[in-house]
């Protein structure tokens, strides 16, 4: 920003001093982003997350033609664009994913699909599928358990951000995103090809896709656009990102739509000790219904 034009601004109270920004940027500014946020998605910012609000949300600026953050978010409260909405949170969503993350969950979980023996669709929810990679996880792990390509499952696949399902709807993917997988699930469930700026992509089998239902719900909001129940719920590395008040009313709502003998699959780093009366830890970052006996929890064998 120009020296003269610094010279001649209004005085800006906290402002965030982290070398010279492109656009005014102010502590006001950042603990509006975080009520946004935390209104609209239950996302809770720490104060460690500024620098990564400004980069993120710079670019809707620079888009804008605007000079202040606070031209923004006075636009974005004023105008109620729900376009402008659904980019400022596309922005602050945080996806990390990879194929097969957290690789213990999914031998949990086809362990559980060979044990039920009822003949009905089976249906799981991933309700952070980002880029798909977890959802397209979950489609092969049917697939392995059940030993066909038209497994008895239906996956719901949602998440926050409306960028990200695009992205996982289409199936395609960077060849680097499945070198780690092993050669003889790779050879079966992708294909290689493209051309353009596809040349050296692989895309999930169309089989898969059709297991997979994507959809945009906001975990805040009073309605989901899901229907219960269903054997298995993953709800991986969301948690982290809402405060405990939070994330007590999201468990209260996931308990009634999980089947009895059904499992809540949580991140690593998750922990729901706060929400005991309503789920159960069986070990692993799994979790039952609390009102499930110890002896159905420990034929999950997730223990």
Known sequence: MPAAFLASAAPVQNRIDIGLREFEYTERDFERVRALIYKRAGISLTSAKQ?????????????????????YLDALERNSDPEEWEAFVNALTTNLTSFFREAHHFEILAANLRKISEKRPLKIWCNAASTGEEPYSLAITACEAFGTMTPP???IASDLDTNVLKHGEKGI???ERVE????????????????????????????LQRLISFRQINLLDPRWNVQGPFDAIFCRNVMIYF?????YTILERFAPLLRPDGLLYAGHSENFMHAARIFRSIGRTVYAKAEISAESASKSGAA
């Open 51 to 71: 620098d990564m609000v400004y980069s993120r949300l710079a670019r809707r600026l620079r888009l804008k033609k605007m000079t202040f953050f606070r031209e």
């Open 153 to 155: 499952v239906q996956i």
């Open 173 to 175: 993917y960077a060849a």
């Open 180 to 207: 780690r997988m092993e050669p003889a699930r790779l050879q079966k469930f992708f294909l290689y090809g493209g051309i353009g700026d596809q040349a050296g992509s692989v895309r999930v089998r169309p089989e």
């Open 243 to 247: 405060d405990k008040p939070t994330q």
